[in-house]
């Protein structure tokens, strides 16, 4: 199954591409090839330009709380377990103590590295990180694998605790969702929202044997989803058949 998710409004579209970013980095680390370093490398310096938002960090530590009270407020509900509610507010409190205790935005101990910068500001330039541009970053491209791993380890590290706190609060999301089989009746989905909640995320599951592409548009009274083909010219059409989905919308 193909996962499609939509955001319901801007701050979860940062969260989202935060954690798309964080796992790509997560996955060109371990790897040894100075090619894969250097886009982790390129991975840093854009999670820094998505963290640089000025409200993103009193947004985090906003919803944390936020989280971290809902929670509390189920203790002595005999349908939940106690050890297990523990651990999910221990772990949002660590995120928590994590985040606020960091100066400044997630990385921004790295802009006092005058090296990295250079690198920073010829990323966006076609081509400007060939060797006769930056020949100190030519040559930390040729050290040993581990050298350069040890190094994007410790720089990652500073985005260590914006990474966690993001983690965690899309997971509990995620979590609050029930998953529903709908059909799109000639291509086609509508469903109107139940009054009194706000909804963040919604998550579509499509079988990729359908060789279909949802279009997903929402707000807070009605989510809507066309499902598209795409032709042979890579242009998509509107599927006119009925197709069955899993759809899951989150609190």
């Given at each position: 199954?193909?996962?499609?998710?939509?955001?319901?409004?801007?701050?979860?579209?940062?969260?989202?591409?935060l954690?798309?970013?964080?796992?790509?980095?997560?996955e060109?680390?371990?790897r040894?090839?100075?090619?894969?370093?250097?886009?982790?490398?390129?991975?840093?310096?854009?999670?820094m330009?998505?963290?640089?938002?000025?409200?993103?960090?009193?947004?985090?530590?906003?919803?944390?709380?936020?989280?971290k009270?809902?929670?509390?407020?189920?203790?002595g509900?005999?349908?939940?377990?106690?050890?297990a509610?523990?651990?999910?507010?221990?772990?949002?409190?660590?995120?928590?103590q994590?985040?606020n205790?960091?100066?400044g935005?997630?990385?921004?101990?790295?802009?006092?590295?005058?090296?990295l910068?250079?690198?920073?500001?010829?990323?966006g330039?076609?081509?400007?990180?060939c060797?006769?541009?930056?020949?100190?970053?030519?040559?930390?491209?040729?050290?040993?694998?581990a050298?350069?791993?040890?190094?994007?380890?410790?720089?990652?590290?500073?985005l260590?605790?914006?990474?966690?706190?993001?983690?965690?609060?899309?997971?509990?999301?995620r979590?609050?969702?029930?998953?529903?089989?709908?059909?799109?009746?000639?291509?086609?989905?509508?469903?109107?929202?139940?009054?009194?909640r706000?909804?963040?995320?919604?998550?579509l599951r499509?079988?990729?044997?359908?060789?279909?592409?949802?279009?997903?548009?929402?707000?807070r009274?009605?989510?809507?989803?066309?499902l598209?083909?795409?032709n042979?010219?890579?242009?998509?059409?509107?599927?006119?058949?009925?197709?069955?989905?899993?759809?899951?919308?989150?609190?």
């Amino acid at each position: 199954m193909i996962l499609y998710e939509y955001p319901f409004n801007e701050r979860l579209r940062t969260y989202l591409r935060l954690e798309q970013l964080l796992r790509r980095l997560g996955e060109l680390i371990p790897r040894q090839h100075p090619l894969d370093h250097h886009f982790a490398l390129v991975t840093i310096f854009e999670i820094m330009d998505v963290a640089a938002r000025a409200d993103l960090k009193s947004d985090v530590l906003k919803d944390i709380e936020k989280n971290k009270q809902q929670l509390d407020s189920y203790r002595g509900n005999p349908s939940i377990s106690e050890a297990a509610l523990n651990a999910v507010v221990e772990q949002l409190a660590r995120c928590f103590q994590a985040l606020n205790s960091q100066n400044g935005k997630a990385g921004h101990a790295l802009t006092e590295n005058d090296w990295l910068m250079s690198i920073r500001s010829r990323v966006g330039i076609p081509g400007g990180t060939c060797g006769f541009d930056l020949p100190a970053y030519y040559a930390w491209q040729h050290r040993p694998a581990a050298v350069r791993q040890q190094a994007l380890e410790q720089w990652a590290s500073t985005l260590a605790p914006l990474a966690d706190s993001v983690y965690v609060l899309l997971k509990l999301l995620r979590e609050s969702g029930v998953p529903q089989k709908v059909v799109a009746e000639r291509g086609q989905f509508q469903q109107n929202l139940p009054q009194g909640r706000t909804f963040q995320l919604l998550r579509l599951r499509i079988d990729p044997a359908l060789d279909v592409i949802p279009e997903i548009s929402g707000n807070r009274l009605i989510v809507s989803v066309r499902l598209m083909r795409m032709n042979d010219d890579m242009r998509l059409q509107p599927c006119t058949e009925d197709a069955t989905f899993e759809l899951t919308l989150c609190a």
